[in-house]
């Protein structure tokens, strides 16, 4: 089974496809529309771009005929008596059954009131993470803005949204609840961004940030994906070929737990580096990080000896799909025994393999909300912005479980600010 064939199944299972004549409307998996499958034409067609570039069966054809192959005829024979005489009569009664595609239940209550309180609750959050931070020696030059400030300041910027100039008033109001020793310029805030000093702080929060689901997380998922720094232009649409693009690209790598989509590890890269190499480091700061990691799930582009062998040494296991021109012998025994374990208990596999569709969601999380695009101009300032993207996301995560899953978190304990949630 490829990876459409599995991605069809995971579209019958949780989206609801409907037929209107010999047509099929499939939603798309990422909720923008939906894509028209017509089987009744000479090869079975669909609109969506992988179909029209690859001209063969996408995941969206796959989902309808896993739909149709779901749906059963049922035949009933009835006895009838004519003239007085006893007579079978067979009655053919045709009844379509479908199978209920599997829903969630979701706790609407709490997830009401993380989202009604998240703003006031994500400052304090922000408040007693950046707190905390050491403050690098200043030798020369006029007094700067401490590194706390600075932190909290980009920080709340990119999670607002808007303008700098816009978030002049949010910046006013922070400054006057007491998040802030002293009031910085609204129109300084991107040049704090351009900070090369700051990359480490904000990975450093990212991870401390993650802390708090330690004992919620155990499964991981690996992917990685593009932001742009253009204003007219999809990551999507790049990387399955549909559009070429001579401007400059940002590729984020990242791990994130299955169950909560916080970010325990990243790393950021070109928009066109490999993702294989990036695999250990982030399973070896996750695992640094104090979680304890069962399974590790990723897709074929870390496939590879070394990935496994990462993951085995911090007692998970490995969940990374082979690919069809794959062989049993010639890298080892420990590619051997996965191949095995991969080819012959395959439907075990999948079940553990199906958790690493949570990372696509955890990016899905992070643009949605923050924005796909990057506005800063600089490398060192779009990598600060992105990696504030995925803190805000963090943030947002640990307010989600404190409402779901009764978490307990303040990060700086002893700020006095930092009480005030909990």
Excluded at 132 to 141: R, S
Excluded at 210 to 215: D, G, P
Excluded at 358 to 370: C, D, G, L
């Amino acid at each position: 089974m490829d990876a459409r064939q599995q991605k069809g199944q995971e579209i019958a299972d949780k989206s609801n496809i409907t037929r209107k004549g010999h047509l099929w409307l499939v939603p798309s998996q990422n909720g923008s529309g939906a894509y028209t499958v017509n089987l009744e034409s000479d090869k079975p067609h669909c609109t969506c771009r992988d179909h029209e570039f690859r001209r063969a069966t996408c995941k969206h054809i796959v989902a309808v005929q896993v739909t149709i192959e779901r749906t059963k005829t049922v035949t009933t024979t009835t006895l009838e008596a004519t003239d007085g005489q006893a007579a079978i009569t067979e009655t053919v009664t045709t009844e379509t059954v479908k199978v209920k595609r599997t829903t969630y239940r979701q706790e609407w209550k709490q997830y009401n009131a993380a989202q009604a309180y998240e703003k006031s609750e994500f400052l304090a959050l922000l408040y007693g993470l950046t707190n905390g931070v050491d403050e690098p020696v200043q030798t020369f030059g006029r007094p700067r803005l401490s590194m706390a400030d600075t932190l909290f300041a980009v920080v709340y910027k990119i999670y607002s949204t808007v303008s700098t100039r816009r978030f002049a008033s949010d910046l006013r109001d922070a400054f006057q609840k007491g998040y802030l020793s002293k009031l910085p310029s609204y129109n300084t805030i991107f040049d704090y961004l351009q900070m090369p000093e700051l990359t480490p702080y904000l990975q450093s929060l990212i991870t401390e940030s993650s802390k708090a689901l330690k004992a919620v997380e155990t499964d991981f998922a690996v992917d990685s994906s593009g932001f742009s720094t253009g204003q007219f232009m999809r990551w999507t649409d790049v990387k399955y070929g549909q559009k070429e693009d001579a401007r400059q690209w940002l590729k984020l790598h990242l791990m994130c737990g299955v169950r909560t989509n916080v970010v325990t590890s990243v790393e950021v890269g070109g928009g066109y580096s490999s993702d294989y190499n990036y695999f250990k480091p982030l399973v070896d700061r996750t695992a640094q990080s104090g979680f304890t990691m069962k399974e590790v799930s990723a897709d074929k582009a870390y496939l590879g000896t070394t990935n496994f062998a990462a993951t085995l040494k911090h007692g998970a296991i490995p969940y990374i799909p082979f690919k069809s021109n794959s062989q049993p012998n010639g890298n080892g025994a420990l590619w051997a025994r996965i191949y095995h374990f991969y080819n012959f208990q395959r439907e075990e596999f999948l079940q553990h393999y199906h958790k690493r569709s949570n990372v696509e969601t955890t990016f899905s999380m992070i643009k949605a909300k923050f924005g796909q695009r990057l506005r800063t101009k600089t490398p060192i300032a779009q990598t600060n912005e992105a990696l504030c993207k995925v803190l805000c996301h963090n943030i947002c995560c640990v307010i989600q479980s404190i409402h779901e899953l009764g978490i307990e978190t303040t990060f700086n304990a002893e700020s006095e600010v930092a009480r005030k949630v909990g």
